[in-house]
C-alpha cells in the first residue's frame, strides 16, 4: 500500500503546487519552442518521488531527465532521438541551476486504481534554490500519454509523452551539451542466446547479453519455455588455501635471491640470460569457475512467436517479450548493486502460468552440490572440491517476491511458483555469495582468505531484497545504474539507421574496409561502461579476464588477473568517464591481496622493500612467478598498475584517498625499485637499469627493458609529485627517489632502423629488428603511459612521434600468428589516435570490431574463435577515448599551463557529433561537440577545477575553446 499512499499524495502535491486550472497552466506556456523532449513511455512503475529520499520539490541534479524518470512516481522513462537531436544545444549549466520541481498529472476516467485509461501531463520547473515558492514557468507535456492501471501498479501501454520546454527562464540556462542521464543504446536479437559449442554460433559467450551487479554475472540463455541464467559469483575460484591448506601464493619456503647477484653480473657481462633459480610453480593457482544455472521453466508456455530480446544499456536490464497463445509475456533481469541481488520478472497480459525456478550445476561432480527446496525459496549449496573442510563452499538461493503466488517444492526440488488467477506478474530475487574473505589474505589471519559461511549469508540479503516491492527494487537499481551509465554520453549520429537493424546484422554487415558504423562503434563503447559497471564494484573483486562471466568450471586463463595489459585494459575507460567507484574494487584488490603476500614475494626473491607481483595473479596472493621466464617474469606488474592509482588522484584530486589508499600502494612501488636497480654495468653509461627483466611475452632474458624504465619513470615522478601533497616525511626514501630518478635510463630509445626500442641491448644483439608482435610494451610510455608523450615530451616532438610511427607500422595491424586478439588491435589504435593519425586509428578500431567482436558485442581472443576475453571490449572504450581528447599529466618538474586536445583524432564519419561528462585531469568535467570534419568546435566546462593548475582547451587546429 505504500506506493499507493505516496502515489496519492503525489498528485494532492502537484495539485496544491500548481494551485491553478488546467488551462492556466498552459498558457503559460508561451515561448517559442527552443527544445523538444519526446519521452518515449517504456516501463512504468511505481517508483520513489523526486528525488527518492527528500521528497519532490528540488531535484538538485541538474538532468532533467533523470529527473523526469524518476519523480513522478510512476513514470520510467526512455528519452528517444528526437529528445537527442533537439537537445545538442541546451544543458543547464551554472552550479545553482536547480530542477525545482517535477511531476505528472493523471487524468482517468475512472476512479484512479481501477483499471482506466489516464492522460498523463508532466512537467518541470527550473530556477535557483532562492527561487523555490516563487511563479515559475512550467514545462509542459503536449500529448497526453495513455496509461492502464491494474492492481494499483501501472502497466504500461504505449504511452507516448511529449514534453515541450518553453521558457526563457530555461533558456538562460541552456547552452551546449545535452542533457540526460544516458542514451545510451541496446542490443537485441529475435531469437534466444543459445548455449552451443564454442566453436559454434549458438555459443553462449557468443551469444549472451551479460548483467551484473560487481558481484554477481548473469546471462540469460535459452527459450522461454526453458530459458536459463548462467550464474557467476565473483570469489569463486578453485585453488588457493581452499585447496592446499599450505598455499603460500607461489613464493618459495626459503629465500632465492643470493642467486641475483651471479644472474645480473651473466646478463650484464653476455648482454642476456636466465633467471631460472627465482622461477617458480602455479601450483594450486586455480580457476575462476561458473556457479551454476538458475532453471526457470515454463511447460505451459508451449510454443511461441514474436521473441524478441535486448539489453537496454540505459538501464542495465535485460528483456525478452514474446507471445505465447492470447497472451504477451515480458521477462525482466537485472543484477541490483543497492540491494546485492539479481531480479527476474516476469509478466504476462494474461493471467501468469506457472513457473518452476531451480538450480543446477551439470559440470561438477553431485555429490558435492545439494539443491534444497523449501518454502517460497530454492536453494543450492556446494563445495570447489571434495573435502568439505577445505574446498571453498558456494551458495545461491532463488525466491519469490512479492506476488499471492502459492509454491511448492517439486519432487526434482523445483520451487514451483502456482500464481493465482488475478496474477499477472511476478518476481524472484537471487542471491549468491561464497565463504571467500578478501580481508584474510594476510600473515595476521594466516592467509586463509576464509570468511564466513555463505549459506545463511544469501538467505538474509534474499530475504531482505523480498521484503522491499519490486517496484523499489527496480527503482533503487535504476537510481544506481544510471548515475554510473549517465556520467558520460558519446553522441555518434546513426547516419545507416543501424538502430533499426538487429545487433548480430550489424556485425555481419560491418566492413572496417569500407566507412564503419558510427552507431555500432558507439554501442560498443556504452557496452563497454556497463560490462564494467557489471563486473566491477567497491565490494566486488575486479573485474577479471572474463569481466564476470564464466561458463566453465576451468575458464581460460583461469579468468584470472594478467597485470601485463590485460587488466590495466580492463579500466582503461573508468576514469575519462565518470566510473571512478568501479575502482574501488582494484585499489581494495591490490591492497588485500598483493601487497601482504607480495612483501614477502620481494623479500624472498629480490631482498627488497616494499611489494612485487608479477604477470598472473589469482584471488589468493599469487604473487611470485610461474614457470617461464618470458611470460613470467615480470615484476613491472605493480609499477603499471601504479598508473592507474596516479590517474584516479589526478582525475579526482582526492587527497584523502590518495594518503589513505594510493599512496601506500605507490610508494611500495617506489621502494622496491629503489633497492632494485642496478648501475648499468654493460655500457658503462652511469645510468641505473633494471637486471634482469623480460619485455612481456617476447625476447631475451636482459637488461632495461625499456618498458620497465617507462614504468618506473611515471612511479618516480608521482612519487615526487604527490609526497608534499600527502605529507611523506620519509626524507630518505625522497632522496633516493629523487637521486635514482635523476639517474634513470628513461626507457627512450631508437632502433637503426627509426623505431622505438624495447631492450636496451644493441640492435647487433638481434632482439629489436621489426616484429609484429601482439604487446606493444615498449611503446607504453606513449600510451596509455606518459613518460614518453609527456615527460619526454612526445607528443610534440617529431623524432619521438616518428619513431612510434614506424614502430606501429612494423608491429602490424595486430593479426600476427602469435594471436589475432581484440586487445592487440585497440591498443594499436590508442597509440595511432594519440599520433593525431585519424585516419590509422579508426582503421585499426574498424579492424578489431570486425574481427574480434561476435554477435553478442563480446571480443574474442583469435578473431572469433574462442575464448572470450572482455579486455578489447574495455581496451574499445580507450581506443575511442584517445581518439577524442590527449589529456597528458605533466611531470613534477614542469610548472606551467597545461594543454588539452580535443579531437586529436575524430573521423569525419563521426561528424557532428558530441560528448558530454568527458573527465579531465583536475576534476574537470566537460562537455564538447564537433563539426562535420571532427573538428571540434566548441567546448563547455561543467565544474570548475580542482587543481592549481591552469588548462587550455584546444582543437585539433589549435584554437584555443575554453580555459580552466
Ligand atoms: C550559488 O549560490 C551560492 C549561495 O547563494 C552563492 O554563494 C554562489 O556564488 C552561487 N554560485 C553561482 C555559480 O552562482
Ligand atoms: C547450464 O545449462 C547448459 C545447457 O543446458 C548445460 O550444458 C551446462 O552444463 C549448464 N551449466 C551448469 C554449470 O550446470
Ligand atoms: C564424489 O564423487 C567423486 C566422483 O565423482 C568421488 O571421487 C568422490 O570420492 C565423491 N566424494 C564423496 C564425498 O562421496
Ligand atoms: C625530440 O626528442 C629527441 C629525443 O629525446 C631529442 O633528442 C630532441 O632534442 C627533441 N627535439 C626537440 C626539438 O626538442
Redesign the pocket.
Not at 543446477?360 to 561438477?364: A, D, Q, S
Given at each position: 500500500m505504500e506506493n499507493l499512499k505516496s502515489l496519492f499524495i503525489f498528485l494532492l502535491s502537484i495539485l496544491f503546487l500548481s494551485g491553478t486550472a488546467d488551462a492556466g497552466w498552459r498558457e503559460e506556456c508561451n515561448f517559442g519552442g527552443n527544445a523538444q523532449f519526446n519521452i518515449i513511455h517504456a516501463r512504468p512503475y511505481l517508483s520513489t518521488l523526486c528525488p527518492s529520499s527528500t521528497g519532490r520539490q528540488i531535484c538538485t541534479i541538474l538532468d532533467l531527465s533523470y529527473c523526469l524518470m524518476n519523480s513522478h512516481g510512476h513514470l520510467i522513462a526512455t528519452i528517444n532521438g528526437h529528445f537527442e537531436r533537439s537537445c545538442k544545444d541546451c544543458r543547464l549549466t551554472g552550479a545553482n541551476a536547480t530542477i525545482l520541481s517535477c511531476g505528472c498529472r493523471m487524468f482517468g476516467k475512472n476512479a484512479p486504481y481501477q483499471a482506466t485509461e489516464v492522460d498523463l501531463e508532466c512537467f518541470i520547473t527550473i530556477g535557483q534554490p532562492g527561487d523555490m515558492g516563487k511563479p515559475l514557468p512550467r514545462l509542459w507535456n503536449k500529448d497526453p500519454g495513455s496509461m492502464l492501471f491494474s492492481h494499483g501498479a501501472i502497466e504500461g501501454r504505449k504511452a507516448f509523452t511529449l514534453l515541450e520546454m518553453k521558457s526563457t527562464l530555461v533558456a538562460a540556462f541552456i547552452v551546449g551539451g545535452c542533457l540526460g542521464p544516458s542514451n545510451a543504446k541496446s542490443l537485441w536479437s529475435r531469437s534466444p542466446a543459445g548455449?552451443g559449442p564454442d566453436n559454434s554460433n549458438e555459443y553462449?559467450l557468443k551469444t549472451g547479453y551479460p548483467v551484473g551487479n560487481g558481484k554477481l554475472g548473469v546471462i540469460s540463455?535459452?527459450a522461454p519455455v526453458?530459458e536459463?541464467l548462467?550464474?557467476n559469483v565473483d570469489s569463486l575460484w578453485s585453488g588457493g588455501p581452499f585447496e592446499s591448506s599450505d598455499y603460500s601464493g607461489g613464493n618459495p619456503t626459503e629465500s632465492k635471491h643470493s642467486a641475483l647477484p651471479e644472474i645480473r653480473a651473466a646478463i650484464f657481462r653476455d648482454g642476456t640470460g636466465g633467471l631460472s633459480p627465482l622461477l617458480g610453480a602455479g601450483e594450486h593457482y586455480g580457476s575462476n569457475r561458473?556457479?551454476?544455472?538458475v532453471?526457470i521453466n515454463i511447460p505451459e508456455l508451449g510454443s511461441y512467436s514474436d521473441y524478441k530480446r535486448s539489453l537496454d544499456l540505459k538501464i542495465g536490464v535485460h528483456t525478452t517479450q514474446f507471445t505465447s497463445g492470447e497472451a504477451e509475456l515480458t521477462t525482466s533481469l537485472f543484477c541490483s548493486y543497492p540491494d546485492q541481488v539479481c531480479i527476474y520478472h516476469i509478466k504476462s497480459t494474461s493471467a501468469l502460468p506457472t513457473v518452476a525456478v531451480g538450480f543446477?550445476?551439470?559440470?561438477?561432480s553431485q555429490n558435492l552440490t545439494t539443491v534444497t527446496c523449501k518454502g517460497n525459496s530454492v536453494q543450492l549449496t556446494g563445495y570447489t572440491h571434495a573435502d568439505p573442510s577445505q574446498g571453498m563452499k558456494f551458495s545461491a538461493v532463488a525466491r519469490t517476491l512479492g506476488g499471492s503466488a502459492s509454491t511448492s517444492c517439486s519432487d526434482s526440488g523445483h520451487l514451483v511458483i502456482r500464481p493465482s488467477k488475478a496474477h499477472k506478474s511476478q518476481a524472484v530475487v537471487i542471491a549468491a555469495e561464497t565463504n571467500y574473505d578478501q580481508k584474510k589474505g594476510n600473515k595476521k589471519a594466516g592467509y586463509s582468505f576464509r570468511g564466513q559461511d555463505p549459506a545463511p549469508v544469501v538467505s538474509q540479503t534474499a530475504s531482505k531484497a523480498a521484503s522491499k516491492k519490486f517496484e523499489t527494487l527496480y527503482s533503487r537499481h535504476l537510481n544506481d545504474y544510471q548515475a554510473l551509465q549517465g556520467a558520460f554520453q558519446l553522441e555518434l549520429p546513426d547516419t545507416r539507421h543501424s538502430s533499426e537493424v538487429e545487433t548480430a546484422a550489424l556485425f555481419s554487415n560491418y566492413d572496417w574496409t569500407g566507412s564503419g558504423d558510427p552507431f555500432l562503434e558507439s554501442l560498443l563503447f556504452d557496452y563497454s561502461r556497463h560490462l564494467l559497471i557489471s563486473s566491477s564494484r567497491d565490494n566486488s573483486l575486479p573485474t577479471n579476464l572474463l569481466g564476470r562471466w564464466t561458463?566453465?568450471?576451468e575458464s581460460a586463463w583461469g579468468a584470472d588477473y594478467h597485470a601485463n595489459i590485460n587488466l590495466q585494459m580492463n579500466y582503461w575507460g573508468a576514469e575519462q568517464t565518470g566510473l571512478a567507484a568501479t575502482e574501488d574494487s582494484l585499489w581494495n584488490y591490490m591492497q588485500d591481496t598483493w601487497v601482504p603476500r607480495g612483501t614477502d614475494t620481494a623479500k624472498l626473491l629480490y631482498d627488497a622493500d616494499g611489494w612485487v607481483v608479477h604477470n598472473e595473479m589469482n584471488i589468493f596472493g599469487h604473487t611470485a612467478m610461474k614457470e617461464g621466464a618470458e611470460w613470467a617474469n615480470y615484476p613491472a606488474a605493480g609499477a603499471w598498475m601504479m598508473q592507474h592509482v596516479w590517474d584516479r588522484f589526478e582525475y579526482s584530486q582526492d587527497i584523502d584517498w590518495m594518503r589513505k589508499q594510493g599512496y601506500p600502494l605507490l610508494k611500495g612501488i617506489a621502494q622496491f625499485w629503489v633497492s632494485q636497480l642496478q648501475e648499468d654495468w654493460f655500457f658503462n653509461d652511469g645510468t641505473l637499469v633494471v637486471n634482469p627483466c623480460n619485455s612481456p611475452e617476447t625476447g631475451p632474458t636482459t637488461f632495461g627493458c625499456t618498458h620497465y624504465q617507462q614504468l618506473i619513470h611515471q612511479v618516480f615522478d608521482n612519487i615526487l609529485s604527490s609526497a608534499d601533497l600527502v605529507g611523506d616525511k620519509d626524507k630518505a626514501f625522497l632522496r633516493k627517489v629523487a637521486t635514482s630518478l635523476a639517474r634513470l635510463d628513461t626507457g627512450l630509445h631508437f632502433t637503426t632502423w627509426g623505431g622505438l626500442k624495447e631492450w636496451k641491448l644493441p640492435d647487433s644483439y638481434g632482439y629489436d629488428g621489426k616484429s609484429t608482435h601482439r604487446h606493444l610494451s615498449h611503446l607504453v610510455g606513449w600510451y596509455p603511459g606518459y613518460s614518453i608523450s609527456s615527460y619526454a615530451d612526445g607528443y610534440t616532438n617529431m623524432t619521438i612521434q616518428d619513431a612510434v610511427r614506424e614502430t606501429l607500422i612494423s608491429r602490424g595491424l595486430g593479426n600476427a600468428e602469435d594471436a589475432n586478439a581484440g586487445w592487440a588491435k585497440v591498443w594499436r589504435a590508442a597509440c595511432w589516435a594519440r599520433l593525431n593519425d585519424t585516419e590509422m586509428a579508426y582503421k585499426e578500431l574498424r579492424y578489431a570490431i570486425d574481427t574480434n567482436f561476435a554477435d553478442n558485442g563480446f571480443s574474442m581472443y583469435t578473431a572469433l574463435n574462442p575464448p572470450f576475453q572482455v579486455d578489447a571490449n574495455f581496451g574499445l572504450a580507450g581506443a575511442v577515448l584517445s581518439m577524442l581528447v590527449v589529456d597528458l599529466p605533466l611531470s613534477y618538474r614542469v610548472n606551467a599551463e597545461r594543454t588539452v586536445v580535443l579531437g586529436p583524432a575524430i573521423p569525419a564519419a563521426w561528424g557532428n557529433g558530441s560528448v558530454s561528462g568527458l573527465r579531465v585531469r583536475g576534476g574537470i568535467s566537460l562537455d564538447f561537440k564537433w563539426d562535420e570534419n571532427g573538428v571540434v568546435t566548441k567546448a563547455v566546462t561543467t565544474s570548475s577545477s580542482k587543481s592549481m593548475r591552469k588548462i587550455v582547451f584546444v582543437n585539433m587546429r589549435g584554437e584555443k575553446l575554453a580555459e580552466a
Open positions: 548455449y553462449l540463455f535459452g526453458s536459463k548462467n550464474l561458473v556457479l551454476g544455472n532453471t543446477e550445476n551439470l559440470l561438477t561458463e566453465r568450471i
